[in-house]
């Protein structure tokens, strides 16, 4: 690369990666087969519109493309095409769920979805995003003392609230959703149900985590994460709301999507379709509920007392320290999470009482449930400040044996 400056910088990351230990939970390692495909000439090409039905000529292999990223992407899933359509134009999540909103709820319409503070996600209508401005929403929380959802509690609000869509969809909530009673209170209140599976996708992919699709009307979900492939996102819609959902996202929302970013899905998929990645998707649970329980062991305070998915939420209040420095910490050393807020947190969520763990990224490295138990030792070393120099040696150890991608 003749631009010194960005290689430099692309160089630095690429060290970065490889001397650390990863675990945010919506991070991850492409293949490098996806990587080539994201750098591919595809960038090159504008393509407005679908395949068959676009706004510029030259498009016969991005019409041949989309289509087999969409044949894959139903058949990853187990989907009919008689029966879901997939929209695969999406630039990231928050812009899949915003246009799909935009899809099957007019502005004003009433919404229900999973608190930001109780494990949801912002794009659920948080005060601070804009699909709160747009729709008017009502959020359930999870029990005080089980720190788990309470399926009776949400039925109550949404009897009373009536929303157009009841949207179920996680980025903090280490429990499995409940599908076939979020379909039955949806049912109930004549309401919509959309799952945001983007944090679980892999996981439902690889059959450790139940599919939403005999329950949803729509779903949609991220790319990356536990799907391991590029930034972008994928909308499914039944049948009956899929054209809508085309609309909403060309030329409701987007203009030309991004071709390299689609063939990078493509490969994605092909790789998410190997009996590898099943095991892989098995491995990341197993992995995750060693670490939880290894961190409880040790004595830091696990949000629902522990994991069912790829992902863990640890409380810091008895540790008298809050998820900022408690990061900072971990980073110095070569451990990387992030902050984030637990139930009913009284702190800021610059300055949360919480951290949150995942294990897709490290057992993407080749990672099992032994080094899960020496890496809640780190962690827990780390985030007490115990023996700073020996746990970066030990890092360094664990990086050089499992190298990234």
């Known amino acids: 690369m003749r631009d010194k400056q960005i290689s430099k910088l692309i160089k630095l990351e690429e060290k970065r990666q490889k001397n650390t230990i990863n675990l945010i939970a919506s991070e991850n390692y492409a293949s490098e ?27 016969k292999y991005v019409d041949a493309l ?5 044949k894959r992407a139903l ?3 187990g989907l009919k095409e008689g029966e879901w359509g997939v929209n695969v134009q999406a630039l990231s999540g928050v812009a899949a769920n915003l246009l799909t909103y935009s899809a099957i709820a007019g502005p004003g319409s009433r919404m229900m979805a999973q608190a930001l503070d109780q494990g949801g996600h912002l794009s659920h209508g948080s005060p601070v995003s804009i699909t709160s401005k747009i729709w008017k929403w009502r959020h359930y929380e999870v029990g005080r003392k089980t720190q788990v959802l309470d399926y009776d509690k949400i039925f109550g609000l949404a009897k009373s609230w009536r929303p157009k869509v009841i949207v179920a969809g996680t980025s903090s909530y280490p429990r499995i959703l409940d599908f076939k009673k979020l379909r039955k209170i949806s049912d109930q209140a004549g309401a919509i149900l959309m799952v945001d599976m983007a944090h679980f996708a892999g996981l439902v992919a690889g059959g450790t985590y139940p ?13 990356h994460k536990t799907l391991r492939g590029p930034r972008g996102a994928l909308i499914f819609g039944r049948k009956k709301y899929i054209d809508a959902i ?5 030329p409701g929302g987007q203009g030309g999507p991004h071709d390299h970013q689609t063939a990078a899905i493509g490969v994605a998929l092909y790789e998410a379709a190997r009996p ?13 509920k060693v670490l939880a329980s290894d961190l409880s062991r040790l004595g830091l305070n696990l949000v629902s007392g522990g994991t069912d998915t790829h992902l863990l939420l640890i409380d810091l209040t008895n540790l008298g320290i809050d998820g900022k420095e408690a990061q900072d910490r971990l980073e110095r050393v070569g451990i990387i999470v992030n902050r984030n807020v637990i139930p009913f947190d009284t702190r800021s969520p610059f300055r949360p009482s919480g951290i949150r763990l995942g294990t897709p990224a490290v057992t993407t490295r080749g990672m099992k449930e032994g080094e ?7 962690v827990y070393g780390g985030v007490t400040e115990k023996d700073q120099f020996s746990i970066k040696k030990q890092v360094k150890v664990i990086c050089d044996k499992f190298p990234t991608p």
């Open 33 to 59: 087969d996806v990587r080539e495909a994201s750098a591919s000439v595809f960038t090159n090409k504008y393509s407005e519109g679908y395949p068959g039905k676009r706004y510029y000529a030259g498009n």
């Open 66 to 70: 989309e289509a087999l990223v969409q």
């Open 75 to 77: 058949k990853l899933f």
């Open 211 to 223: 599919s939403p699709f005999p329950y949803a009307d729509v779903v949609t979900t991220t790319t």
């Open 246 to 250: 085309n609309k909403a996202v060309f």
């Open 276 to 288: 590898a990645f099943k095991k892989y998707a098995s491995q990341i649970v197993k992995n995750a």
């Open 372 to 378: 899960m138990t020496i890496i809640a030792q780190l």
